[in-house]
Every structure is written in C-alpha cells, then in structure tokens.
Nanobody
Framework: QVQLVESGGGLVQAGDSLRLSCAVS????????MGWFRQAPGKGREFVAT????????YYADSVKGRCTISRDNAKNTVYLQMNRLQPEDTDVYYC?????????????????WGQGTQVTVSS
C-alpha cells in the first residue's frame, strides 16, 4: 500500500517561513510526479505546486509563485515545500499527493494517492 506522511506544519507569524515534508513509501517514488495542494475549511482543494518525477520540471499556482519552492530527494523518497513570507491567507491544511504518471500536473484528479494533511496557521 502506498503511504504518504506530511510533516512540518504549525503556527507561525506573518512573514515567517515553513518547510513542509512528505515521506512516501509503497511504490517506486522516483517514477511519479508529486504535488502539493491546500484546503481551507468550507473550501475546495486548491493546487499549490507540482514537480516531475526527476525534478526537472516544476509548476506553481499564481498565488504562491515567488514565495514557494517545491523540491524532491528521490534517494530519500521525500518531497518538500518551502513556503516563505507566509500570510494569513496561506492558512490551510496542506496535502501531499503522488501522481498517476511521471509528468507534472495541476489537476487534482491526476493524483491517486494522498497524505493525511498538515495544518499551517499564519497569524497576523
């Protein structure tokens, strides 16, 4: 069974930074693209960032472009999301997901395995 476990969330002040991690087990990590999504209470799940299987390509939502960096370490079966200059609007549960293919995608149904989520709360 594929398992994804996020970590690194927490309560921070506006302007602070966080680095989220997602450890993956259960299938060949290096064969699949990875993504990060976020969801606020009562809202739909929003795309944040994606990275191809090799890490050669990345794509970001306009809302986080310039403040966010997605990366992966295939030797450690781990994907990361570095979030800088956090604002209250970034308060969400952040989810890691593994794609069904090696190519990056911003479409949530392009991902077939999901983590449990990690809470990020940004105070003003």
């Amino acid at each position: 069974q594929v398992q994804l476990v996020e970590s690194g969330g927490g309560l921070v002040q506006a302007g602070d930074s966080l680095r989220l991690s997602c450890a993956v087990s259960g299938r060949t990590f290096s064969s699949y693209a990875m993504g990060w999504f976020r969801q606020a209470p009562g809202k739909g799940r929003e795309f944040v960032a994606t990275i191809s299987s090799t890490g050669g390509s990345t794509y970001y939502a306009d809302s986080v472009k310039g403040r966010c960096t997605i990366s992966r370490d295939n030797a450690k079966n781990t994907v990361y999301l570095q979030m800088n200059r956090l604002q209250p609007e970034d308060t969400d549960v952040y989810y890691c997901a593994q794609s069904s293919s090696e190519w990056l995608t911003a479409i949530h149904n392009g991902y077939n395995y999901w983590g449990q989520g990690t809470q990020v709360t940004v105070s003003s």
